[in-house]
């Protein structure tokens, strides 16, 4: 029977629907105030693409800063787990995750069976998490979506010296008033992201293979970023929306709890 | 007659004193422009006219602040710990620490008999904990800055504010408004979070009486009170001028010194 994985963040709402080793349907939708409506919404539409109703579910597991208010279903799950769990089940070679979402980052090292053995958490600081870029493509009447795309075009090297997201928000209004490039100006931001989200991993040691997760790995630039403040190769989910690598996380728990209580 | 002159330019005000025979004769207070150098300009040009001298009859002048390295009419430029530490002095003699939040910092600053700082610890790395952090809270709350700091005085419960993070604050002040806790409470929070962290910067390097405050944020009565209580003493009140201008004035007395020493 399928299971679901359905996890909260602050900014969005994913739903993974599984069965027998395949994603059978997932839906991302933006969040709204109460984690119930985002986690009820978000689950509905990933049912209807699979053509399901919730009666067909044999197990759900939440997890995300929402978890604990998500009503249907049958228990939680930490975000650490969960993203160790999808990144695994997608390379098992995988041994270091790291996940930037919008308003936290996080850094785990798995060994060889898939097992958490050390992690790191950010969500103190709003430097170093989606929050950051959000802020400056607002500073900068960009999309945030379209910011991957306009670094590219970047030409000159420039460098941010701010980490506090008030204050590089500062420093990107006097770039732009000495007239820079905007392009430059959102390269060297994707770079002091990945720099802020690169020393929190090297604090709990970087083991090989990583990759990266979480909806700030869909921006090209960033993800570049990153594997340059780590002088290592950062490799993407093989075929898998990053940013729903902690539902389907939760929906792979689900199985095992499914299959258990059959036995 | 020595005639001196301090310019203190800061993230979001400049200041300039100028000093006759060691005498406060005019300062000035403005609000900080893109360029260092306009708002130096624009800070000088207004103090010699308040004190009726022109440039010419200043002697030495001394730059202190953030933009002190862009100032082409300073004689010489002085770390911003070191003209905290001699201004405040000057202001008040009994003065062991200086707990100075500026715009877009916070120092605390022990200083020895001489004036000179002994130990002392920054931040400005993060916003939380400086006069940013109030700035954004009060934009969020909708009211001036300076209306904040009477807030503790009339709220009777206080919000606690989960967040250090001005950005994550931020945020949690938008949600007590939306679930229509009071203005005074809120920014009575506000306050508390402020005094809290500043209180948590001090400790590191044990502050001793008599504790002055100055820079901008000494203004609000709120912090100041908060502030106290958490250090467990009450600070000595600067009378002698507006503790805003502690910078320049010490600016000013490095360059007495520099007449006064040829």
Request: aromatic share 4%; net charge neutral; proline share 2%.
């Amino acid at each position: 029977m399928p299971v679901a994985g359905c996890d909260v963040g602050s900014l969005t709402a994913k739903a993974v629907i599984f069965e027998q080793g395949k994603i059978l349907s997932q839906a991302v939708i933006k969040g709204y105030t109460k984690p119930e409506e985002s986690a009820g919404e978000v689950m509905q539409l990933a049912l209807e693409k699979a053509s399901l109703t919730m009666a067909d579910i044999a197990y759900a597991i939440g997890t995300g800063y929402g978890r604990e208010r998500i009503p249907f279903v049958h228990e939680v799950e930490s975000e650490i787990v969960c993203h160790a769990k999808g990144a695994w089940w997608n390379s098992p070679a995988t041994r270091m995750v790291i996940d930037i979402g919008g308003q936290d980052a996080k850094a785990m090292r798995l060994d060889e069976n898939g097992k958490v053995v050390r992690y790191i958490y950010n969500d103190k600081c709003a430097s170093g998490t989606g929050r950051f870029l959000e802020v400056m493509a607002d500073a900068l009447e960009l999309d945030l979506a379209e910011m991957g795309e306009v670094g590219q075009q970047s030409t000159e090297k420039l460098t941010i010296s701010n980490q506090c997201v008030i204050f590089a928000e500062t420093e990107v209004v006097s770039l732009v008033n000495e007239g820079k490039e905007v392009c430059d100006i959102v390269r060297a931001l994707h770079s002091a992201l990945a720099n802020r989200v690169a020393s929190l991993a090297k604090s709990i040691g970087i083991d090989q293979e990583i990759v990266m997760t979480g909806g700030v790995a869909k921006n090209s630039g960033v993800f570049k970023a990153l594997g340059e403040g780590l002088q290592l190769e950062v490799k993407s989910l093989k075929g898998i929306d990053p940013q729903i690598n902690g539902a389907l996380g939760a929906a792979l728990l689900a199985g095992e709890k499914a299959k258990g209580s059959n036995h | 007659m020595t005639m001196v002159a301090g310019c203190d330019v800061g993230s979001l005000t400049t200041k300039a004193v100028i000093l006759k025979n060691n005498q406060l004769v005019a300062t000035s207070l403005i609000r900080s422009k893109a360029k260092p150098q306009e708002s130096a300009r624009i800070a000088m040009d207004e103090v010699y006219g308040k004190a009726e001298v022109s440039e010419r009859e200043i002697q030495y002048c001394v730059g202190t602040g953030y933009g002190r390295e862009k100032l082409a009419f300073v004689n010489e430029a002085k770390s911003e710990i070191s003209c905290h530490g001699k201004g405040a002095k000057w202001l008040m003699p009994s003065v062991k620490t200086i707990i100075d939040i500026g715009g877009q910092d916070c120092k605390v600053i022990k200083i020895d008999a001489s004036g000179q700082a002994v130990k002392f610890v920054t931040n400005d790395k993060c916003a939380s904990g400086t006069g940013r952090f109030l700035e954004v809270m009060a934009k969020v709350l909708g009211i001036d800055i300076n209306e904040l700091g009477s807030q503790t005085a009339k709220s009777k419960s206080p919000i606690t504010m989960a967040s250090t993070c001005t950005v994550w604050a931020q945020a949690d002040v938008i949600s007590f408004i939306h679930a229509g806790v009071p203005l005074e409470d809120i920014g009575a929070g506000i306050n508390l979070a402020m005094a809290k962290r500043i209180a948590t910067l001090a400790n590191t390097v044990k502050p001793e009486k008599d504790i002055c405050m100055t820079g901008g944020v000494a203004k609000n009565a709120g912090v100041l009170s908060l502030l106290e209580d958490l250090l467990g003493c009450r600070f000595k009140k600067i009378r002698k001028s507006d503790p805003q201008l502690a910078g320049a004035i010490g600016a000013a007395l490095f360059a007495r010194e520099q007449i006064t020493e040829k």
